[in-house]
């Protein structure tokens, strides 16, 4: 059994944390971190990371821009628990306490290429109308014990969320040996469609 | 005609101009009529009836009088009606009485139309009308007469029309129907009346209104037809009638005519106002009043309105009618007619529910009629929009979206072109050739026939087993015999193309051959080609025996084969010969016959009738034989089989061959070369024969490929009906030829863009070509031979390589024309061809026919070709014939089956994945299943099946004793099935799991923060601060550490001077058996007098172990050590995971064990002391604190004193309390006895420990906590299931709640006044104690331990006490403290306990839930023996097995002498004895320097007991010489309660 193949496949992702709309709020920064099962492991590249602070653009976009660079290659056996990238944002309140702004999450691209996704953000409501007083005026809002709740789905009946703003991500995604495993994630055809192939070399 | 008329003539050009339609129209009479007819529509549609009819009216007259006098005039005078002046007509009396019918009938006839006009009007749909001729007037009228009563009856309902309208109607009506009244003619008096009337007035209005004149005119008009009437009458009894109502209706509505004739004199405008006109109009018109009509008027006198409605007689809904309307019509009705036939029982009008007839009335009309009048009929077609070429167009009635067909010429190959050299001939054959063999050999037909041959060579074995076969014998035979045939044929089939192969490979080697020659003789290259055989080995023996097999096989079917023939042939032969004979036998018979006859009749002889039909003698077939044939077997198989033995050629081309430069090359060849430079290719793609684009010309490569690499993108807008490229060459500046022409197919409509395969189109030319170079031309015959032989004629030919495909829209949609567009014939001709090629579009279609094409053809089911078109019939055909007779739940399932059942078992992968969604302990936390499965060790699995395995069996080799291994395997699987109830519960989740929400501050928080602000900022005592919990989920390996902080310690028993073997010391006076917390101490001063005197010390360390990580501190001095040291030890969770209720399982206990630390000098020369120290360290175990690691997890922080385990017996080592300094605060400590640790333990990062009220998870923490002995590490448990005493004593397990109530019962059933206290105790955390009340105070009683404590003793271990349980109440404690040392024990208090059934709430007597008495069993001493002996004998083991690099001596002496003590230390229950024991000891051993001590233990099961002994370091002592002592004791108690004593020392031979 010789080069029997890979046993792993990899996936890279480089691309970054572009900007976001939070169309009330200012000075924002934002932490991202991976969500992912228990056939993936982390190679290389970072696995969480944490922005500057961005300030609002003064045209009319008012685009909070970071451009908040991500790397990170995997290995995984499994595409069960494809990486999820969790994104949090906070941002100063009235108070100047730093609260959350918003949470949200996205699976990375599946397929190889260039991908820009834009992630719709929310945060948990309080669960009265006296605790979104207090927690306002104490500056705690309400937040998930773990922001890698948002990428899952069990346990989201018992909260209540109101959605934020908008955050936008690029990525650039480049797997290894998923065709030799047998997943089949890229386009229909890569070839063909691009240009004119040469004729399949066959001696003359 | 008269001046007179000419006059009237002229005055009626004035008036003519707008009746001149109607009048042309009367002049040109009967003929006319039509098309007058035809015309009123047209006038009609435009204004109502009064305005419409006039001109007719109008008209009227005047084909009269032209008909009558003025005929010959009728072309060119045109005169309206009213130039007829009365005088005229009244000359005009001298005409007979026929022109005067004549004209009333014209008259009759144009009202009648015109009447007939209005209700055709009236219903819209153009009809063709009749044509009406004088000869038929009669059927006419009585035609005409009828859709008038229609109209009527339509009328009388339709009371919504105007009311001028209806007021004509009324007339018609009333002339219509009057007609068929017989004679009397009420009617026609009234219109006499009527007309009558209208004279009167006559003079003054007729000229000022055309109306008045008209009716005027008429009125003199119907005079005269009065006078005339009634012969007509007499003579047409029809046609009379008929008169009469045209007459009056000719009254009713003509009045235009004469009015101008007789006034002509020239007069102001009559004024006539309004009101003159309005009473005139009231004369003259009838206007029936709006209001409603009483209902008796409606009704018969004296008759009461009856209601059917009422009576319950269903009425249908009358139709919608405007009251008024229905007002105007009833006043009308009982106005104009008198009788009340219109008018129903209930007053109402007569009403049908629906006025619409559901058939025509209209008579069908005859046929000869329409035939005529067809012709002249206009007939309405649609506009139909004119298709421009549909077949070729595209989307002109469905979407007319724009299609696309991309072309994609990827290049071209020469296969012969011009300036072929000799070479390149050859190289293009050779590489034809080898495309030949790799096609074939991907094919690799004859190994599929090879293998089919095989299985029907066993279908036909297990066919001729009979037994193996269901079927009747008949079958089978049959089918056998098909097998056989078939096997002929394949064999056939197979030979043939075994021998192509080998032929194939000759050729390509004999190909090869030639072009080395040739490039040899002719010294150049010119190709790159190169050819290379690749042997592979075979393997000699096994291939022979598989030629041999075969060769015997077919030897043998050939054998039967011919058997067959050979009988069949004997058969033939014996038929044959049966024949013959008869025809001899006969023959002769013939002949004797003959003979006679020639006898009698010599004459005849002659006549023998088929002398030359002689049946020649059959001769016998030869029997086969087998040599020869064998001989031809074999020779077949040397010609087209590889032999056995030889070499597998594999022939591989490359191109890696070099081609000779130009400078090396002769002129021709450089002159060649130079041609094919010169030479470019380019391609016109055609398109439905117009071109629409041309490739870039590219030049021809040396190795005669041009590469184009363009994609053309059509736009198509007729449907593709050819498409072709043309290939042109250009050489050099000269014009361009067209070479060939390539034909492309069509693409199927699945091709679409980018799944297209590149394929190859061959195109070959008819060109001669000859050139002056190598180039060998086309068409020119040359030769590779010297002598010019063997010559060969080549056309220039090629190929070319493209895709042809749909493209693909925006939206994924390809831009296919749609099917119906297609040419169907020629589909439909290619589907007969070959089905199979159909299959792609639309013959999937008809899934059946193929099946039975498929049938038919006997399609084979195992050739890969046919593959999919078996699994499409198949699919199909089941399809439609299975209908389940059952009905099925998911019956979809299989086809979303990931992969079938079986291979989802089989694979160790998907196995390992299922196991691990379902959590399954062993798999839970599994990381990166392998992608493989051969990556998977079947190893992984063995833990869970043997788990599975051993759920039942009980085994008993970790417990040796069988009943705790039953209680083992018991709790095992109440854990088991609490984890899995727990694993349901913990996917539910509550909000604080996963929001962290501020709590809304009370005023007592808020107060509190405020106090807060008041606070000094940095207190003298500073106390440890709670730090920031991290949860436990995202943690790994490596993140938690435990933080131990040993400060000091009390109390440390110190080593004894090494007495000799005989020196007896003296028994201390403080001895264990003071221990009664009741009574204080007392020290006798006296021992601790030689103490300071003593040069040894103790030098103490502390090592602390968890998780065999294994921290020390540094070694201090004395009995009271201070430390004061943090040790950091890291902690690992079991299977890395780090989940909440993983980390509540953990049971590793954190091992405080403290060590004297001893220092020998090992110099054994005293004269090296200056030079050099050497000291062996050794360490002495003297005691420890044992923790439990949950107990940390759940108290976030361990702080304390505690009392050292100290074993009774402590060999060397004696403790000393006579520290004289120290007494004076001793006083407090001194309540108790032991040696003494303060230490600190934390955890950092802090956890969150999995502090939760839910149930489930409690219940599940609890078994996960259980202890499976009682007095095994408890674990704290905030809240626990309880179970009785009799299960706890049956189970052998529980915890301090089980422990406590145990010794609470047992207490009371003593006679003593118990409690349980439910508090926190150190190291348990919340626990269960048992207070007692001696006479003046209390005790308390740790269950665990089985130690007891004053209230008072500091170093009690339980720290607070929330409430105390009597047998019959419940107190909690109120106090303002809870520590024990500061409480009351007086529950009697209210102010200080607070109890639970009061005089609010009484105690309703419950019962206890406690078993009456508890029955206990006599344990087996022999199985504890027994117990015993294999305990130490695998103890024994285990200390050899950690000293791996040691030799491992056991001291049997020393062990037989230790076991000797230990009963008496049960016995003694380890007090009292150390010193007896010790002298004993010594006395035995008196050469060695020993330490060793005896560990007390309930037995649980074999583990705990390792891990102590592990635990006391024993076996680390490395010194060479050291021996070992080990004796295990078991006490056996009933219940199977078993108490193991194990005593461990080491031993060093003193020198």
Request: charged fraction near 30%.
């Amino acid at each position: 059994m010789a080069a029997a193949g890979p046993s792993v496949f990899l996936l890279m992702v480089n691309g970054q944390v572009e900007s976001a709309q939070f169309p009330e709020y200012d000075d924002l920064y934002c932490k991202y971190c991976f969500v992912y099962g228990q056939d993936w492991a982390p190679t290389a590249g970072l696995e969480e990371g944490i922005s500057q602070i961005t300030s609002k653009s003064q045209d009319v976009r008012q685009a909070l821009v970071w451009n908040f660079p991500i790397d990170v290659t995997f290995k995984s056996t499994n595409p069960y628990g494809w990486p999820q990238i969790v994104l949090s944002v906070y941002g100063p309140d009235v108070f100047g306490n730093d609260v959350v702004r918003g949470y949200g999450a996205a699976h990375l691209p599946l397929s190889p290429g260039r991908h820009k996704r834009t992630i719709p953000m929310f945060v948990p409501e309080s669960t009265s109308k006296l605790q979104k007083f207090t927690s306002w005026f104490m500056g705690r809002r309400p937040e998930y014990t773990d922001p890698k709740v948002v990428a899952q789905g069990e346990g989201r009946e018992v909260t209540r969320v109101r959605s934020q703003g908008f955050v936008t991500l690029l990525f650039n995604v480049v797997t290894k040996d998923m065709r030799k495993l047998g997943y089949d994630t890229g386009p229909s055809d890569t070839q063909g469609v691009s240009g004119p192939s040469p004729p399949p070399g066959r001696p003359l | 005609m008269n001046p007179k008329e000419e006059k009237v003539k002229i005055i009626t050009e004035e008036f003519d101009e707008n009746d001149e339609d109607a009048g042309v129209g009367g002049q040109k009479k009967t003929s006319k009529m039509a098309r007058q007819k035809r015309k009123k529509p047209v006038c009609g549609a435009g204004d109502p009836e009064m305005v419409s009819e006039n001109p007719h009216l109008g008209n009227q007259p005047e084909p009269l009088q032209e008909d009558s006098d003025t005929r010959p005039l009728s072309m060119t005078t045109r005169r309206g009606p009213r130039s007829l002046p009365p005088i005229p007509s009244a000359s005009r009396t001298g005409f007979a009485e026929f022109s005067m019918r004549e004209r009333m009938r014209e008259k009759l006839q144009a009202a009648r139309s015109k009447a007939e006009s209005t209700l055709l009007q009236e219903i819209p749909t153009p009809r063709p009308r009749r044509l009406q001729s004088p000869g038929e007037k009669e059927l006419e009228t009585e035609f005409g007469a009828e859709p008038g009563e229609e109209a009527q009856k339509t009328q009388q309902e339709d009371d919504s029309q105007s009311r001028s309208r209806v007021k004509f109607r009324d007339s018609v009506r009333k002339i219509k129907t009057k007609p068929p009244v017989p004679p009397g003619f009420p009617s026609a008096e009234e219109a006499y009346n009527f007309f009558t009337f209208n004279f009167d007035p006559e003079p003054e209005e007729s000229e000022e209104k055309p109306k008045a004149k008209n009716r005027d005119g008429t009125t003199q008009e119907e005079e005269e037809g009065e006078e005339e009437e009634p012969p007509v009458q007499g003579i047409h009894k029809t046609d009379e009638q008929l008169l009469i109502s045209a007459t009056e209706a000719e009254a009713f509505l003509w009045g235009l005519d004469h009015a101008a004739a007789d006034f002509v004199a020239v007069r102001p405008a009559d004024y006539e106002s309004a009101h003159v006109r309005l009473q005139m109009e009231k004369e003259l018109l009838f206007v029936p009043s709006r209001l409603a009509v009483p209902t008796y008027k409606k009704l018969p006198e004296n008759v009461q309105p009856r209601y059917l409605e009422d009576e319950g007689l269903y009425i249908g809904t009358r139709p919608d009618v405007p009251r008024t309307c229905q007002n105007i019509m009833e006043n009308r009705l009982l106005t104009q007619e008198p009788g009340r036939r219109w008018f129903g029982d209930d007053g109402r009008i007569v009403a049908l529910p629906n006025p619409i007839k559901p058939f025509p009335s209209r008579p069908p009309v005859l046929t000869q009629e329409q035939d005529f009048r067809a012709e002249l009929e206009t007939l309405y077609k649609k506009a139909v929009k004119y298709v421009h070429r549909s077949q070729h167009m595209i989307g002109s009635g469905d979407s007319p979206g724009n299609f696309q067909l991309d072309i994609d010429i990827s290049g071209l190959i020469f296969t012969h072109h011009p300036c072929f050299s000799r070479e390149h001939v050859l190289a293009a054959k050779l590489a034809q050739l080898y495309d030949q063999y790799l096609a074939r050999h991907q094919r690799n037909k004859a190994k599929f026939l090879t293998d089919k041959l095989q299985a029907l060579r066993n279908a036909v074995q297990t066919g001729l087993n009979p037994e193996k076969t269901h079927k009747s014998l008949d079958t089978t035979q049959k089918t056998i015999n098909e097998y056989k045939s078939e096997i002929r044929q394949t064999r056939k089939l197979r030979d043939a193309e075994q021998e192509k192969d080998r032929m194939l490979l000759k050729t390509i080697i004999k190909v090869w051959k030639e072009m080395k020659s040739l490039r040899e003789f002719q010294r150049f290259t010119n190709t790159p080609l190169k050819l290379v055989l690749r042997k592979e080995k075979v393997d000699q023996k096994a291939d022979e025996e598989a030629y041999e097999a075969e060769i015997q096989a077919e030897i043998s079917e050939l054998l039967e084969e011919h058997m067959e023939e050979h009988e069949q042939k004997m058969e033939a032969y014996r038929a044959a010969y049966q024949q013959w004979k008869a025809w001899k036998k006969a023959q002769r018979a013939k002949k004797k016959k003959k003979k006679q006859a020639v006898e009698e009749h010599p004459e005849e002889e002659m006549g023998e009738p088929y002398p030359e039909e002689d049946p020649v003698k059959p001769v016998p077939p030869e029997p086969t034989d087998r040599a020869l044939m064998e001989h031809q077997v074999r020779e077949r198989a040397a010609r087209s089989r590889r032999r056995p033995g030889e070499p597998l050629l594999v022939p591989e081309l490359s191109l890696a061959g070099s081609v000779t430069p130009n400078e090396q090359c002769p002129r021709v060849e450089v002159l060649r070369r130079e041609d094919v430079k010169r030479r470019s290719i380019y391609l016109k793609v055609i398109f439905n024969d117009k071109e629409v684009s041309r490739t870039d010309s590219r030049p021809l490569g040396a190795d005669f490929r041009v590469h184009f690499g363009q994609i053309f993108n059509l736009q198509i807008f007729n449907w593709p009906e050819s498409l072709t490229l043309q290939v042109y060459e250009t050489v050099g500046h000269s014009g361009t030829t067209l070479l060939a022409q390539v034909f492309l197919p069509i693409p199927e409509t699945t091709i679409v863009t980018g799944r297209a395969p590149i394929e190859e189109v061959e195109f070959s030319s008819n060109q001669h070509v000859t050139l002056d170079h190598e180039g060998v031309g086309s068409g020119m015959p040359f030769s590779f031979e010297a002598d010019g032989s063997n010559q060969l004629i080549l056309m220039t030919s090629g190929k070319v390589s493209n895709s042809v495909a749909w493209a693909i829209g925006e939206n994924g949609i390809p831009l296919i024309p749609p099917l119906s567009q297609q040419n169907i014939g020629f589909r439909s001709a290619l589907k007969r061809a070959d089905a199979i090629s159909s299959i792609g579009t639309s013959g999937l279609t008809d899934l059946k026919k193929l099946a039975k094409w498929a049938a038919e053809s006997k399609l084979d089911p195992n050739d890969p070709n046919n593959a999919p078109l078996m699994q499409l019939i198949s699919v199909a055909t089941s399809g439609e014939s299975y209908v389940p007779d059952f009905f099925r739940l998911e019956q979809l399932q299989q086809e979303f089956n990931f992969v079938s059942d079986e291979e989802l078992n089989r694979s160790k992968r998907f196995r390992l994945l299922c196991l691990r969604s379902q959590e399954v302990p062993e798999f839970r936390n599994y990381k990166q299943i392998p992608a493989y499965d051969r990556e998977i060790m079947e190893k992984v699995f063995q833990d869970y099946e043997k788990r599975l395995r051993d759920r039942n069996v009980i085994e008993t080799k970790d417990h040796i004793d069988p009943h705790r291994a039953m209680v083992a395997k018991y709790l095992q699987q109440v854990r088991e099935s609490v984890i899995n109830r727990f694993l349901i519960a913990k996917h539910h989740f509550l909000l604080s799991d996963l929001i962290v929400e501020e709590e809304v501050p009370s005023i007592s928080i808020l107060g509190l923060s405020l106090f807060k602000l008041a606070e000094q900022k940095r207190p003298l005592r500073p106390r440890r601060k709670g730090r920031k919990k991290v949860a436990a989920q995202n943690l790994s390996d490596g993140d938690i550490k435990v933080l131990v902080n040993i400060i000091r310690a009390y109390d440390i028993p110190v080593r004894k001077p090494t007495a000799s073997k005989f020196q007896q010391p003296s028994r201390s006076s403080r001895t264990f058996s003071e221990k009664h917390a009741a009574s204080p101490t007392t020290h006798s001063p006296t021992h601790s007098a030689d103490y300071p005197l003593s040069q040894v010390l103790v030098r103490p360390f502390v090592e602390v172990s968890f998780q065999r990580t294994i921290c020390h501190t540094t070694t201090a001095e004395g009995p009271n050590p201070s430390w004061n040291e943090e040790l950091e030890l890291p902690f690992r969770a079991p299977n890395g995971d780090y989940s909440t209720s993983s980390l509540q399982s953990v049971k590793d206990d954190v091992f405080i064990n403290i060590f004297d630390e001893v220092l020998y000098d090992v110099l054994e020369d005293d004269r090296e002391r200056g030079s050099g120290i050497h000291t062996r360290i050794e360490r002495h175990w003297l005691g420890c604190v044992k923790i439990p690691f949950s107990t940390i997890y759940f108290q976030a922080k361990i702080d304390g004193t505690f009392k050292i385990d100290i074993p009774p017996v402590l060999l060397g080592y004696s403790k000393e309390r006579s520290m004289i300094i120290e007494r004076g605060f001793d006083s407090v400590r001194s309540l108790s006895e032991g040696s003494y640790i303060t230490l600190f333990i934390t955890m950092e990062p802090q956890l969150v420990p999995g502090e939760s009220v839910r149930e489930k998870e409690l219940v599940a923490r609890y078994v996960s906590l259980i202890p499976f002995l009682p007095d095994t590490v408890s674990f704290a448990g905030i809240c626990d299931l309880w179970s009785t005493s009799d299960q706890f004593l049956d189970l052998l397990a529980g915890d301090e709640e089980e422990h406590a109530v145990l010794l609470c019962n047992y207490f009371l059933s003593l006679g003593k006044k118990a409690w349980l206290v439910m508090g926190s105790a150190i190291p348990e955390g919340p626990t269960a104690y048992v207070l007692t009340r001696e006479q003046s105070h209390y005790l308390i009683w740790n269950p665990c331990s089985g130690h007891f404590y004053g209230q008072f003793d500091t170093f009690c271990p339980l720290k607070s006490v929330g409430c105390l349980i009597g047998p019959d109440n419940i107190w909690f404690n109120i106090q303002r403290h809870d520590s024990p040392l500061r409480i009351n024990f007086d529950v009697t208090k209210p102010k200080l306990w607070k109890p639970f059934f009061s005089r609010s709430l009484l105690y309703p007597g419950l019962s206890s839930v406690q078993p009456e008495e508890l029955i206990y069993q006599r344990t087996d001493k022999a199985a504890a023996a027994e117990l015993q002996d294999r305990i130490e004998k695998i103890l024994k083991e285990k200390i050899m097995d950690w000293r791996p690099r040691h030799l491992t001596r056991w001291n049997r002496y020393c062990t037989s002498a230790l076991r000797h003590f230990l009963p008496l230390l049960e016995r003694s229950r380890g007090e009292d004895v150390e010193d007896d024991h010790r002298g004993e000891l010594l006395k035995q051993l008196g050469d060695y320097r020993f330490s060793g001590f005896p560990l007390h233990m309930p037995y649980s099961e074999l583990k705990p007991l390792i891990e102590a002994v592990y635990s006391t370091g024993v076996h680390n002592i490395d010194v060479p010489n050291v021996e070992f002592a080990l004796a295990v004791y078991i006490h056996p108690y009933p219940k199977n309660v078993l108490s193991v004593w194990i005593y461990v020392a080491s031993l060093i031979r003193n020198r």
